[in-house]
């Protein structure tokens, strides 16, 4: 049974930040590519970040460029994203995803979801 479980999300003010983290269980973690979606209410599910097998390769959405590192521990199974400078901008409901191979951006390539966890920035 594949499992993906998201912690870490919260209440922050503006400016803070939060650190995400995504453990996978029941599938080869070491050859997943691993990325980060949100959705906020409303709107269309969005790309935000993510990593290859190996962790040396990452790629970001427009949005969180400069702010958010996603990074990766292959021994713990597990994938970060630590968000920094948050904005109410933020605020939405951040999804784990995983797919054996190319780390793609697009939602509809990925196999594997996790239940999400509510990130919510106060102005």
């Known amino acids: 049974q594949v499992q993906l479980v998201e912690s870490g999300g919260g209440l922050v003010q503006a400016g803070g930040s939060l650190r995400l983290s995504c453990a996978a269980s029941?599938?080869?973690?070491?050859?997943?590519?691993m990325a980060w979606f949100r959705q906020a209410p409303g709107l269309e599910r969005e790309f935000v970040s993510s990593i290859n097998w190996s962790g040396s390769g990452t790629a970001y959405g427009d949005s969180v460029k400069d702010r958010f590192t996603i990074s990766r521990d292959n021994v713990r199974r597990t994938v970060y994203l630590q968000m920094n400078s948050l904005t109410p901008e933020d605020t939405a409901v951040y999804y784990c995803?995983?797919?054996?191979?190319?780390?793609?951006?697009?939602?509809?390539?990925?196999?594997?979801w996790g239940q999400g966890t509510q990130v919510t920035v106060s102005s």
């Open positions: 029941g599938l080869a973690f070491e050859i997943n590519a």
């Open positions: 995803a995983a797919r054996p191979g190319i780390p793609y951006p697009n939602s509809t390539d990925y196999k594997y």
